[in-house]
C-alpha cells in the first residue's frame, strides 16, 4: 500500500504498466536526443561566421535528414506495437470480473461465482478511518488474487464511465450497453487506487476505484466469506 507522503502515481503493479514506463522511458530519450541536436544546430548557426557558405547544393545533408527520422520512427513504432498486442492479448484467464459504472459508484461482479457481486461507493470524508486516501476510499474492495490473469468486463448502467487504474496500465471506457475487456496480472500482494476518468457528471470525482491483490489462499478465504 502506498504511504500517505507518497506524491504521484503509485509503482507498476502489472507487467503491462512495466512495459508502458519501459516505452516512456525509452521514447522520451530519443525526443531529448533530438531536441539537443536540434538546440546545437540552431547555436551553431546562430555563432558561426560564415555568411556567405553554399546552400544551394547539399544532397548529402538532404539525405541525412530524410533517412535520420525515417529511422527514428521505426525505433518507436516497432516497441509501441508490441506494448499495444501485449495489452490486447487474453490467453485463459483464472477468473473474470464484470465492472459496472453508474452514477456515481462501481458494481463488481465475480462470473465465475454464483451470486458473489456487490456495490463500492467512496467512504466520505467524515467517516474515514485514520491512514486512509480522503476521495480514494471505498467501503467495499475489488479483491483479486495476485500472479493470476484476470480478465475485466466493462460497462456501465447509464452513461460513459471509464474505470482507470494507472498502476495497473488499465484504462478502459464503460458504455451502456456495450462490454469492452481489458486483461491484466497483479505481482505482488497490496492496495491500488484508481477513479473514473470519464467526465460522467456532477458526481464524476466521487467514485474512486480500489483495488486489493491478494495471495490466492487469501482470495479463496474471502470469496467464501462473501458467499455466506
Keep these: 500500500m502506498a504511504h500517505p507522503s507518497q506524491l504521484g502515481f503509485q509503482d507498476a503493479i502489472s507487467p503491462i504498466m512495466e512495459e508502458l514506463l519501459h516505452f516512456h522511458d525509452h521514447t522520451l530519450m530519443i525526443v531529448f536526443l533530438i531536441s539537443t541536436m536540434v538546440l546545437y544546430t540552431i547555436t551553431l548557426m546562430l555563432t558561426t561566421k560564415l555568411t ?27 516497441p509501441s506495437l508490441r506494448v499495444l498486442y501485449l495489452m490486447d492479448e487474453i490467453n485463459s484467464p483464472y477468473m473474470t470480473v464484470k465492472a459496472i459504472g453508474h452514477q456515481w459508484y462501481w458494481s463488481y461482479e465475480y462470473t465465475d461465482y454464483e451470486n458473489l457481486e456487490f456495490d463500492s461507493y467512496m467512504i466520505p470524508t467524515q467517516e474515514l478511518s485514520n491512514g486512509h486516501f480522503r476521495l480514494l476510499e471505498v467501503d467495499h474492495r475489488m479483491v483479486i488474487p495476485m500472479d493470476s490473469p484476470i480478465r475485466m468486463l466493462i460497462t456501465s448502467e447509464d452513461v460513459l464511465h471509464s474505470w482507470a487504474m494507472p498502476s495497473m496500465g488499465v484504462k478502459t471506457d464503460a458504455i451502456p450497453g456495450r462490454l469492452n475487456q481489458t486483461t491484466f496480472t497483479m505481482t505482488r500482494p497490496g492496495i491500488f487506487y484508481g477513479q473514473c476518468s470519464e467526465i460522467c457528471g456532477a458526481n464524476h470525482s466521487f467514485m474512486p476505484i480500489v483495488v486489493e491483490s491478494v495471495p490466492l489462499k487469501h482470495f479463496r478465504k474471502w470469496s467464501s466469506m462473501m458467499l455466506t
Design 52 to 78: 556567405h557558405t553554399n546552400t544551394m547544393d547539399a544532397q548529402e545533408v538532404e539525405m541525412i535528414w530524410t533517412i535520420l527520422p525515417a529511422i527514428v520512427l521505426i525505433t518507436i513504432a516497432l
